[in-house]
């Protein structure tokens, strides 16, 4: 069993900054790929970012790419999400989620094995 918990959620105007954190304990963290996912009122969980096990590889979705990074401190256990240049239409439920894999990280949620309970990032215009 992995417990992800994530927090750094809140409420921001439109092109201001969040830095999302995702902790994770009870199994050994470099075992696993990264994952953020989000899900907007009314909408599907769609993917935001993931890493690899080691950081060498990741992986987003094109409306983050050059705004999000996606980076982890193995020692830490902790996996984070830097959000810059944030829109309104970023606004959603951000989940982490952990994939037992040294593969690169995928997109897709069906490969992730654990899931954190989501912190709410709120961007206003």
């Known amino acids: 069993q992995v417990q992800l918990v994530e927090s750094g959620g809140g409420l921001v105007q439109a092109g201001g900054s969040l830095r999302l954190s995702c902790a994770a304990s009870?199994?050994?963290?470099?075992?696993?790929?990264m994952g953020w996912f989000r899900q907007a009122p009314g909408k599907e969980r769609e993917f935001v970012a993931a890493i690899s096990w080691s950081a060498r590889t990741t992986n987003y979705a094109d409306f983050v790419k050059g705004r999000f990074t996606i980076s982890r401190d193995n020692a830490k256990n902790t996996v984070y999400l830097q959000m810059n240049s944030l829109r309104p239409e970023d606004t959603a439920v951000y989940h982490c989620?952990?994939?037992?894999?040294?593969?690169?990280?995928?997109?897709?949620?069906?490969?992730?094995?654990?899931w954190g309970q989501g912190t709410q990032v709120t961007v206003s215009s």
């Open positions: 989620a952990a994939q037992r894999t040294t593969a690169p990280p995928v997109a897709s949620e069906r490969f992730y094995d654990y």
């Open positions: 009870g199994r050994t963290f470099s075992d696993y790929a």
